[in-house]
């Protein structure tokens, strides 16, 4: 493959990703976006990928790869710093980021997932103000490596309510046979 055909695959690849994300609303004011969501979301996939785990670390990234990500989108103000990124991304709404998320996941699969794991776990360090852990349900295709969706779980509730807002959220298909096994791991 040339260098020619690897761009226009990856350009590709990029309009992708951001056609699952077109749906996301964006409540900043039309009129003073600086930094367009496209740009944002772009710039937080690739610094993820290449291994920026906090907003600071997305926001080096993209200072230092601005002509990388030049190949992709226009960034005309170049990329945010990282309390501009923060108070961006803060802004999203986590249900619709999640959809689009979960949209794009499933895209990546390009196959029927052969067995969904479901798993909750109790997220200790991200504590409340009233000092409650945050505990969210993920479902997890195991073959293809990828969690297709989570959600969080009421305070007042438990993962069995959870479940199947998760499931209706990845659009599962269920079928049943002689051979369906129900497992349940704790």
Not at 109 to 137: C, F, N, Q
Not at 152 to 181: F, G, H, Y
Request: proline fraction near 4%; charged fraction near 20%; charge should be neutral.
């Amino acid at each position: 493959m040339t260098s020619a055909e690897t761009h226009e695959l990856t350009v590709f690849e990029t309009v992708v990703f951001l056609d699952h994300f077109s749906d996301l609303p964006d409540v900043r004011m039309a009129g003073k976006l600086r930094y367009p969501m496209d740009e944002i979301l772009l710039l937080c996939l690739a610094a993820t990928i290449s291994g920026a785990a906090t907003v600071s670390g997305i926001a080096q990234f993209g200072a230092s790869k601005i002509e990388f990500l030049r190949r992709f989108r226009q960034f005309l103000y170049g990329t945010p710093a990282h309390d501009t990124l923060g108070d961006i991304l803060a802004s999203i709404d986590p249900q619709a980021f999640q959809r689009c998320f979960t949209s794009f996941a499933s895209s990546l699969i390009g196959a029927p997932v052969e067995a969904i794991s479901l798993d909750g776990k109790t997220a200790r360090g991200a504590r409340k103000k009233g000092g409650k852990a945050a505990h969210i349900v993920s479902a997890f295709a195991a073959r293809e490596r990828l969690v297709l969706g989570q959600v969080k779980v009421d305070e007042k509730s438990n993962e069995i309510v959870a479940i199947p807002a998760l499931l209706d959220m990845i659009d599962v298909e269920v079928r049943s046979s002689p051979s369906t096994r129900w497992v349940a791991s704790g």
